[in-house]
């Protein structure tokens, strides 16, 4: 993790305002009490109030230079019910002074004080960041908050606290940031909830007086629900206008976010640690960072605040950005032969992948240790003798003959009790003494926030990637936290051991993961790394810092994918959703559902293949060709273009998604109809974003299936639409749309 150095805190520190382009700016007012923030089409405004609480101000469409919004005040206490630190939008409530809605932060101090009042102390301004630091009145504490503001319309927000005094301190509660909407009713809140095969639900409800809260008390981002809000007005917001806030949060540890409407509705959003079983011991000169809590504002609706999302993730997040490269078309063995792999039986697959265009070629789960089944071998990372007897060596050799790259299945934090690591280090799994473990799938977590399991992690991943051609890790992660002991967690100064020091581990787990990817990943510059768990179990903007794509889902049903990939891009680019076409029917829900659907499904983003090739007929074979050839073909507009969901699968017979490059000048229509009724036509699918006076020339994957003009305007397009030929149950087309010219 980053460290920070501060400087001593000066009362009012020189402020220099920043100014980047037009895209983001940091200016301050003169007087230094309060600072608009630029971020694209967002600007965002807070400032120091006569009792020197800082407070938010604006957060909404970009203003223009010359501001006149009020100074910071604030409210007066409407009651004694209602003190003035209950009601005024603080930008980082702690608890204290009469707090009664959600803290940003929670501090307990050897003396038995449990609150703080946070002043205001100083600001600077520094590559690009703003840092304001406010202190408690009484306590050693300090608190630095920061925001970076990016061209792309996201401001990030978090924390530092510190404990500048000679006692400890402990973090009971801290979040990122809390974001204040303007003051008002009427919103509605879209978030995303599922379960394992069922990820990414979007739901969409008014907020309501009271907290909508949303968490995992896994140990990881979850299954459960996804660290991303967007909040709309009722009546106003739909997919394509209206003002939507939004906002994720970068960490891949247990995790809360609320969205409360307090009782003056003043709409609030916090998040950062979830404070359950959480504490943080700050020992003299210690302090602890809070995770990223990115955030944006659009007035053009749900599309455009996931558009912004995804350029930023592009741009800013992801491990090789801005340079983003094309994700591969890959072939994976799971759903083909489970653990029952071998050299003669993956180089097979191998050989039927590279005729069809398959770019990589990925070994799951079973190559290694005694892992025949999930009950034994994980933390064995050494090839299995009986299955690969020259090593991985003559497969990888084949591979890439193949003129494919190769690809392997590691999971790193688990250990089967079933192991040879368990048997000579049952102490390094996550637990409590004298308890019974929970198992999942057979297996324990390993405790990551050890030093020496970090480093045992970090050496046998450097050892297979080094001592092997492997160009992708598809890093696993299949249960959650049971019994989040740490007994050998750091002691205090005076060498005793705290209960509560072992708590350190929700915090530190996660860093020692990061550290780990990170350091792989500057080991090993060209290795790509996918952030699997059990499907999209931790899928969040910490992990993609060190990770170029996610599996979104187990379920790899053609038409649970599209509900699935609708919610999952409504907070995550398509550049970084891998998707594979497997067999026939499906393993969770039985359905048989036609191979070309299954293609067009799978093309909504990181296209890969995870059938028995082994099975499949010439005719499989040579429709598998034509859809890869054509995927290839539309590959930069789907993974780095602009999306936009021009119907939603969710209890719907039809479907469509377009994506646009960047530049415009192409586009790709997939549209989908699961089950045709009455005989009824195919509606005409309206596009969005063209250029209106543009001639597009429609090619079509389907010449049956679209039997319209080759040349159509923009205008056509998006006004009087294009007519498809889909009719009876699970049919599917594409339409790639290249720019020519401007209309005569
Ligand atoms: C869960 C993953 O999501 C699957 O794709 C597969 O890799 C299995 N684990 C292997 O155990």
């Not at 929970?438 to 390993?446: F, K, P, S, V």
């Not at 020496?452 to 992708?472: H, M, R």
């Not at 060498?495 to 929700?506: E, L, V």
């Not at 859809?627 to 273009?641: A, I, L």
């Amino acid at each position: 993790m980053k460290q920070f150095l501060f400087a001593s805190v000066a009362l009012v520190l020189a402020i220099a305002p920043l100014s980047v382009g037009a895209q983001v700016g940091i200016h301050p007012q003169p007087d230094g009490t309060s600072w608009t923030l630029q971020a694209g089409t967002m600007s965002y405004r807070i400032g120091v109030n006569e009792q020197g609480m800082l407070q938010t101000l604006y957060w909404g469409q970009r203003l223009g230079a010359t501001i006149v919004l009020p100074a910071a005040k604030s409210k007066p206490e409407r009651a004694s019910f209602d003190p003035p630190t209950a009601t005024t939008p603080l930008e980082y409530p702690a608890w204290g002074a009469g707090l009664f809605t959600e803290p940003a932060l929670k501090v307990g101090s050897p003396n038995g004080d449990r609150t703080l009042v946070l002043h205001f102390q100083a600001a600077k301004i520094q590559e690009g960041v703003l840092e304001i630091t406010l202190r408690d009145e009484v306590q050693p504490i300090f608190v630095h908050l920061f925001y970076q503001p990016y061209p792309e319309g996201v401001l990030a927000r978090w924390s530092v606290i510190e404990n500048h005094g000679d006692k400890p301190y402990r973090v009971e509660q801290a979040a990122s940031a809390t974001w204040n909407l303007p003051q008002g009713e009427g919103y509605e809140a879209s978030w995303l909830t599922g379960q394992w095969g069922a990820e990414w639900q979007l739901h969409t409800a008014p907020v309501q007086p009271g907290t909508l809260m949303i968490e995992s008390r896994r140990g990881s981002t979850s299954h459960q629900a996804n660290p991303w809000f967007a909040i709309g007005r009722t009546g106003e917001t739909t997919e394509t206008a209206g003002p939507v806030w939004f906002g994720e949060l970068a960490w891949s540890g247990s995790w809360r976010m609320s969205v409360e409407d307090t009782a003056l509705h003043q709409v609030r959003v916090t998040a950062g640690y979830n404070p359950f079983d959480f504490a943080y011991l700050l020992q003299p000169g210690q302090h602890l960072e809070t995770p990223r809590f990115f955030a944006g504002y659009t007035a053009k609706g749900q599309g455009e605040a996931s558009r912004i999302l995804h350029r930023f993730q592009l741009a800013e997040i992801l491990p090789s950005h801005p340079q983003i490269k094309p994700r591969p078309v890959i072939y994976n063995s799971w759903e083909a032969t489970e653990f029952a792999v071998n050299e003669p039986g993956q180089i097979a697959l191998a050989e039927r992948a590279a005729k069809l265009g398959v770019e990589r070629f990925v070994i799951d789960d079973g190559w290694f240790g005694e892992r025949n089944t999930d009950h034994a071998g994980l933390g064995d990372w050494t090839v299995n003798p009986a299955k690969f007897p020259h090593g991985l060596k003559p497969m990888i050799d084949r591979v890439h003959a193949l003129g494919m790259s190769f690809g392997i299945w590691v999971e790193p934090e688990m250990v089967n009790p079933d192991s040879q690591l368990y048997r000579k280090h049952p102490e390094w799994a996550m637990q409590f003494p004298d308890r019974k473990a929970t198992l999942g799938r057979n297996q324990m977590l390993l405790n990551l926030a050890r030093e020496d399991v970090k480093e045992y992690t970090f050496t046998w991943l450097d050892k297979l990637v080094s001592e092997n051609d492997i160009a992708f890790l598809k890093w696993d992660y299949n249960r959650n936290w049971s019994e989040p002991g740490w007994d050998t967690a750091p002691a205090q100064a005076n060498g005793t051991q705290n209960p509560d020091a072992q708590k350190a581990i929700y915090v530190q787990y996660v860093q020692n993961l990061y550290e780990i990817l990170a350091r792989l990943k500057a080991r090993h510059p060209k290795l790509e790394i996918e952030s699997c768990s059990g499907g999209g179990g931790r899928v969040d903007l910490g992990i993609l810092r060190y990770t170029d794509e996610v599996w979104p889902s187990d379920n790899t049903d053609g038409l649970d994918r599209l509900s699935i990939q609708y919610g999952f891009t409504h907070a995550y680019s398509p550049q970084t959703m891998a998707a594979w076409v497997t067999d026939v029917p499906n393993f969770l829900d039985r359905r048989s559902i036609p191979l070309q659907f299954r293609f067009l499904s799978a093309m909504q983003g990181a296209l890969g293949i995870g059938g028995n090739l082994n099975k499949w007929t010439a005719e499989d074979m040579s429709t598998a060709t034509r859809m890869v050839d054509f995927y290839k073909q539309v590959r930069p507009t789907v993974q780095q273009g602009e999306l936009y969901r021009l119907r939603s699968p969710v209890g719907r017979e039809t479907s469509q998604v377009e994506y646009l490059s960047a530049d415009g000048s192409e586009g790709v229509l997939f549209a989908y109809l699961r089950s045709q009724q009455y005989g009824m036509a195919y509606e005409p699918v309206r596009l969005q974003g063209l250029a209106p006076e543009a001639i597009y020339q429609v090619l079509s994957l389907d010449s049956a299936k679209y039997k319209g003009p080759e040349h159509v305007s923009g205008a056509e397009l998006m006004e009087s639409g294009i007519q498809l030929g889909l009719s009876g149950d699970y049919d599917g087309t594409a339409i790639r749309l290249v720019r020519v010219g401007a209309k005569e």
